[in-house]
């Protein structure tokens, strides 16, 4: 029988399970973590003390998220043998895979903080990994342009570090642009949680074998990187430059979009969950226009997806079909005026996802009916057959 089939630990055939993470309404159109709607938090919170919630289930008193700083201070570094990874790969390897990869190889190097039942060891993986993404990440970037590694500074903030070990270079003085931190701290808040999202789903998945945080979070910067989840940034951005390179007819890219015959989608558009707006991609449109009008940036791409937003909205293909921009649909421009280079816009979104992956790791871990993930299936295929041998095929 097809009937839902509910588990002990709340898992139903259909891959749904029970959390207190983040809160979806995909008819509403609405987004909250740990019950604070995200426009709320975006206009209001700093990155890591939106981490912080959705890790520890609370907004952090001063104080605590005072202490918390400090403590990711301690882990911004990477191991100096980490170093030699970088030597390894490709000058042109995608940064995702080098992600994954290092991610992965953390767990080599704090062999005695791998228990996912011991919360001290837990929460030690939980400050590296927060702390140490951004740096993996960085020298992901200057590995690729033959710049040398640019080194933390735990003088500054979680945005302004990335960004001052992302474009500094020894020879000159880097200067700090507030528009741009401010910019980058609200796309990291709306990319921190999205609830059973594929990555989350994952990193959920490997999880539940008891595998330790490091190859948990390895695995969903894998799933993530995948074109119809957190790769559509880059190819929307990809997208939007084809249709400028092609005179800017948004309508030929509509219609392609609705040809069943052709496998080309409007990347950024559409969600398997919401079937209205997605709450980010109208935060990040407001976030998009304000920085390029602040900073007098022309960028006709994103003149372009106001257009396509138009034409393909008022389309009867989309309308029937509740599709509607995703928070992938404009972020790319704001990354674009900030000056990171389209190859790490996925990465961009792995940085801001991490904090959800954790939160849904510990969540997961905390339950007192955890068990292995184990979805079951319809079988199809053939009924029992006579075995036939070799010399009779
Ligand atoms: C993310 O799950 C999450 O929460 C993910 C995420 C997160 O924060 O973790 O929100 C991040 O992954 C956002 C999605 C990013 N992906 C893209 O922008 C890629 C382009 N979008 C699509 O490929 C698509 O919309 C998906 C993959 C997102 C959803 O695909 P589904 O499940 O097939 O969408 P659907 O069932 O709603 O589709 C209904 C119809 C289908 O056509 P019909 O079979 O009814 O004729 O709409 C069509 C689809 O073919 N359709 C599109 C389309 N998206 C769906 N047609 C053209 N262009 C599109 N973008």
Redesign the pocket.
């Known amino acids: 029988s097809t009937g839902l089939i509910t588990l002990d630990d709340g898992y139903v055939n259909t891959g749904s399970t029970k959390s207190s993470v983040t809160f979806?309404d995909g008819e509403k159109g609405i987004l909250r973590y740990r019950g604070y709607p995200v426009e709320k938090l975006a206009e209001s919170c700093d990155f890591i003390e939106v981490a912080y919630l959705l890790i520890y289930g609370e907004l952090p008193s001063e104080d605590q998220l005072a202490r918390f700083r400090l403590k990711l201070r301690r882990h911004t570094m990477l191991h100096e043998d980490m170093r030699l990874f970088y030597d390894g790969f490709p000058r042109d390897a995608h940064p995702m895979a080098i992600l994954s990869s290092v991610v992965g190889a953390l767990s080599t190097f704090y062999q005695d903080s791998l228990d996912p039942h011991d919360k001290a060891q837990v929460d030690e993986s939980v400050l590296r990994l927060l702390a140490k993404l951004p740096t993996i990440a960085a020298f992901a970037y200057k590995k690729s342009i033959g710049q040398p590694f640019v080194y933390p500074r735990n003088d500054l903030t979680y945005c302004e570090n990335f960004l001052q070990m992302m474009f500094s270079v020894p020879t000159e003085p880097y200067e700090i642009d507030p528009d741009f931190v401010e910019a980058l701290n609200l796309l990291l808040i709306v990319?921190a949680?999205?609830?059973?999202?594929?990555?989350?789903s994952t990193v959920r998945m490997v999880g539940s074998s008891n595998a330790n945080l490091f190859a948990s979070i390895s695995a969903g910067i894998s799933a993530?990187w995948g074109?119809?989840?957190?790769?559509?940034?880059e190819?929307?951005v990809a997208m939007l430059e084809q249709i400028r390179k092609d005179g800017g007819n948004v309508k030929k890219y509509v219609d392609m979009?609705?040809d069943?015959s052709s496998s080309?989608?409007?990347?950024?558009?559409?969600?398997?969950?919401?079937?209205n707006f997605?709450p980010?991609a109208t935060i990040i449109r407001a976030s998009c226009e304000k920085l390029l009008k602040k900073r007098s940036i022309d960028d006709p791409i994103f003149d372009i997806a106001q257009q396509l937003q138009e034409v393909a909205l008022n389309d009867e293909?989309?309308i029937e079909?509740?599709?509607y921009p995703?928070?992938?649909?404009y972020s790319g421009v704001i990354y674009r005026a900030i000056g990171i280079p389209v190859q790490m816009f996925t990465v961009l979104?792995a940085i801001g996802?991490l904090p959800g992956w954790l939160a849904h790791w510990r969540e997961m871990h905390e339950s007192p009916t955890k068990k292995i993930c184990r979805p079951r299936q319809i079988y199809v295929g053939s009924t029992e057959r006579e075995f036939v041998p070799l010399e009779k095929r």
């Open positions: 979806l990319h949680d999205h609830e059973q999202n594929c990555s989350t993530l074109p119809l989840h957190g790769g559509a940034n190819a929307c979009a609705k069943k080309f989608r409007l990347m950024g558009f559409g969600h398997r969950v919401y079937k997605d980010r293909y989309f079909r509740k599709l995703n928070v992938d649909f979104f996802r």
